[in-house]
């Protein structure tokens, strides 16, 4: 079970805080594979030189495992409704006084006809946490209709039972992002203060749940910056550990969402700087070496651009987080505050003028 | 010299994947300038209706299509997979992979077998991707498919040839082609594997990862071809002490 998991990782995450030295760290990035131990201390090596070798490292396992090559998809918001009180997130049950908003059918399809047309197969289709504005039925059914444009479709959206997996699987699904937000439960109790979200291990388990409904793809993470950073993702690496042995015919993914403060409660209680994003990143690529990164538009241009050949496999492009943004230029604010807004041609140019190849078909309609 | 595989007539001994290329405009002057008549495509990727890459549109004419069912995680999907691979390109050569283990991405032989007893059923050319197992080796031979393709190390590693004691009964006890696919990440790895005995060679990470991917195709298919030209001359046998041209006791031999 996974949250036993997570507790025998406690164990070694407060054992092993202790500093290590540059010989060892060199040692650890050349290893063929590591272990757990081995991905902690990388998390905590605050040390330039081995992030240099750490970077070239994961350059090598990323060209070697998952080629020249960069996917690409894109997050369509279906609705803003949320009944959840999470105290990070502009999203939650008060934070907003404008009215809400959710696409009907028609509208669903303005914006995926938008989205195909920018060359689209991938799409994330997102919801606010609220069961009666968006019930499992009405997703099932954004599902259904996305599955007319788009060969993979990925959902965001609050968790599930098992068998509310299946009707969005048998509607068309192929994946899930489901992000842990915090891996410390305390913490997450804290900050989720009321709706369904609170229940910490309906939601740790959920990933389990929708493999288990038949879900291929499955992308877990930590909000970072909630939480104790380093601990988040130890405990985010030993997720993707364990849901990798368990079920290996999962393609796994994992992202890390950096919380920027977008007129919240509460902003980041450990900020992650650059330096510490970028050693995240290539501490997963050294550990989980065949597992996908996918970095969203959060993150800047300059920092993307960056990460383009350093692990990470997957990105979003041409992004807006409006509920109706594509289809309609409207100015609603979106979920979080976008820092990449470049176009889709853009994105493409400067993916080729790196030497890697913009992907857009991760699977051919008809297989998942 | 040509040579009989899944009933076509090559020359080139050489084929090349494209999943990890940096562009797929690079495939033509690949088959120019390294003589590759063999390319492999994922189905997952190929994109009917695409606006920007399709891998189709690169394809020289002359070339082959092997189609794989790359993400395939059962011998069902790998059916499915195939069936819509031919449609899309009109090849009926597909090399099956199966792959169940995402973290070694490992082949799936038992899954492989039955995907490929399906697939010679249908008509098709098939090629297997398998770990190097001589008892799955024959029974795929017995299965009906066109050639086999075993590992040489875990895909994507450029090892080499790690098992050549598991690959050298393979070709010595099966009758049709054995194409050693994964694992090849320079030119020498290429070489070796043709002076196994091995009748073709496939390659991806190792070009598509070069500074120069049409340069290295160039190298491979050369070793490929200095491999093969060796292995049909026969090689010497490798000793553990020096032997001499001229013997240094023929002056015993005086009244022979």
């Given amino acids: 079970m996974i949250y036993q998991e997570l507790l025998d990782a406690e164990t070694l995450y407060q054992v092993h805080q202790s500093a290590v030295t540059r010989t060892e760290l060199m040692a650890i990035v050349g290893k063929d594979y590591l272990d757990r131990i081995d991905y902690l201390k990388l998390l905590l090596a605050d040390d330039m030189e081995v992030l240099e070798r750490m970077a070239r490292r994961a350059h090598d396992l990323t060209e070697h495992y998952f080629g020249k090559m960069v996917l690409l998809y894109a997050p369509l918001y279906l609705s803003d409704y949320c009944t959840n009180g999470c105290t990070y997130c502009d999203y939650s049950a008060e934070a907003r006084s404008y009215e809400r908003k959710r696409l009907d059918a028609v509208e669903m399809r303005e914006e995926m006809e938008a989205m195909k047309r920018a060359g689209f197969h991938s799409v994330l289709l997102l919801t606010g946490g609220d069961r009666r504005h968006s019930p499992v ?41 489901l992000y842990q937000e915090t891996y410390d439960r305390n913490l997450y109790e804290q900050v989720h203060r009321y709706g369904e979200k609170k229940d910490y291990l309906f939601r740790l388990e959920a990933p389990e749940r929708a493999i288990a409904a038949g879900l ?18 130890f405990m985010a690496g030993i997720h993707g550990d364990y849901l990798q042995r368990h079920y290996p015919e999962v393609e796994l993914c994992l992202s890390y969402p950096r919380l920027r403060p977008a ?21 997963t690529r050294l550990f989980l070496p065949r597992t996908g990164i996918s970095i969203s538009t959060r993150e800047n241009a300059y920092i993307r651009d960056h990460l383009v050949g350093l692990g990470m496999t997957r990105m979003s492009a ?47 309609k008809g297989i998942l | ?162 098992c050549a004691a598991l690959l050298q009964p393979i070709i010595n006890e099966i009758e049709i082609p054995v194409i050693i696919d994964a694992g090849i990440g320079r030119p020498s790895h290429a070489a070796s594997a043709m002076e196994l005995g091995a009748d073709a060679v496939l390659a991806n990470t190792a070009i598509a990862t070069a500074t120069d ?22 090689l010497l046998a490798e000793k553990d002490f020096a032997d001499a041209s001229s013997p240094l006791t023929g002056f015993l031999r005086r009244g022979e």
Avoid at chain 2, 82 to 95: F, N, P, Q, V
């Fill in chain 1, 137 to 177: 039925s009405y997703i099932a059914d954004a599902v259904a209709i996305a599955a007319e444009y788009f060969s993979e479709i990925l959902l965001e959206i609050y968790a599930l039972t098992r068998e509310e997996y299946d009707v969005v699987r048998g509607a068309g699904a192929s994946g899930l992002t």
């Fill in chain 1, 216 to 233: 291929k793809h499955i992308n877990i993470g930590p909000l970072l910056g909630l939480g104790s950073a380093v601990h988040d993702m």
């Fill in chain 1, 263 to 283: 007129g919240v409660m509460v902003g980041p209680s450990d900020p992650v700087d650059d330096i510490r994003f970028v050693r995240f990143i290539l501490a």
């Fill in chain 1, 318 to 364: 041409g992004s807006k987080t409006t509920v109706g943004g594509y289809a309609h230029n409207c100015s609603r604010p979106g979920q979080f505050v976008i820092d990449d807004e470049r176009s889709v041609a853009e994105i493409i140019a400067m993916l080729r003028q790196r030497g890697y190849r913009p992907e857009f078909c991760n699977w051919v």
């Fill in chain 2, 1 to 162: 010299m040509t040579y009989q595989i899944g009933g076509k007539k090559l020359k080139s001994r050489f084929f090349i994947g494209s999943g990890k290329l940096s562009s797929y405009t690079v495939i033509p002057k690949m088959v120019e300038k390294a003589g590759v008549e063999v390319i492999t495509v994922a189905v997952r990727r190929i994109d009917p209706d695409a606006k920007h890459e399709n891998v189709m549109d690169f394809i020289p004419e002359q070339c082959v299509v092997m189609v794989n069912t790359s993400g395939a995680r059962s011998a069902e999907e790998a059916v499915r997979i195939a069936r819509i691979g031919r449609e899309l390109t009109g090849s009926d050569w597909i090399k099956i992979e199966v792959e169940t283990d995402a973290k070694y991405l490992l082949p799936d032989n038992e899954e492989t077998l039955k995907a490929a007893e399906i697939l010679v059923d249908e008509g098709f050319q098939v090629f297997p991707y398998i770990s190097p197992d001589l008892v799955v080796a024959k029974k795929l031979e017995k299965a009906g498919v066109a050639a086999v393709m075993p590992l040489a190390a875990p895909i994507g590693t450029n090892k080499g040839i790690t």
């Fill in chain 2, 213 to 234: 991917p049409i340069l290295m195709a160039v190298a491979m298919a050369k070793a490929v071809e200095a491999g093969r030209m060796a292995y049909e001359m026969g």
